[in-house]
């Protein structure tokens, strides 16, 4: 069973930046890329980012150019460096394990996604 734990959310102002962290357990080796979502209030789920077992990161439109996603094999932790941080960044941010293939990322099913950490950017 895979465990996922999230940390580094927080309250910023527009403009700065946040680090986020995920430490995976368990069998983690079924998946081929880790990932971050996120979740608005009353919006859909978000893929924000990804990053292959090989190193390869992906992004979201909305990130690109804003966003890193790096990994630590020996920690078994993805880090998600935000900077240039928006308002609409707003949102609580998932991580979760997953499939890349054929350029598309297929995630683990939510109930075995981390608990999520909140990112609150405001003036």
């Known amino acids: 069973q895979v465990k996922l734990v999230e940390s580094g959310g927080g309250s910023v102002q527009p403009g700065e930046s946040l680090k986020l962290s995920c430490t995976a357990s368990g069998n983690i080796y079924l998946s081929n890329a880790m990932g971050w979502h996120r979740q608005a209030p009353g919006k859909e789920r978000e893929l924000v980012a990804i990053?292959?077992?090989?190193?390869?990161?992906k992004y979201g439109d909305s990130v690109k150019g804003r966003f890193t996603i790096t990994r630590d094999d020996v920690k078994n932790t993805v880090y998600l460096q935000m900077n240039s941080l928006r308002p609409e960044d707003t949102a609580v941010y998932y991580c979760?394990?997953?499939?890349?293939?054929?350029?598309?990322?297929?995630?683990?099913?939510?109930?075995?996604w981390g608990q999520g950490t909140q990112v609150t950017v405001s003036s």
């Open positions: 990053i292959t077992n090989g190193g390869t990161p």
């Open positions: 979760n394990l997953g499939t890349y293939y054929s350029g598309n990322y297929y995630p683990s099913d939510f109930s075995t």
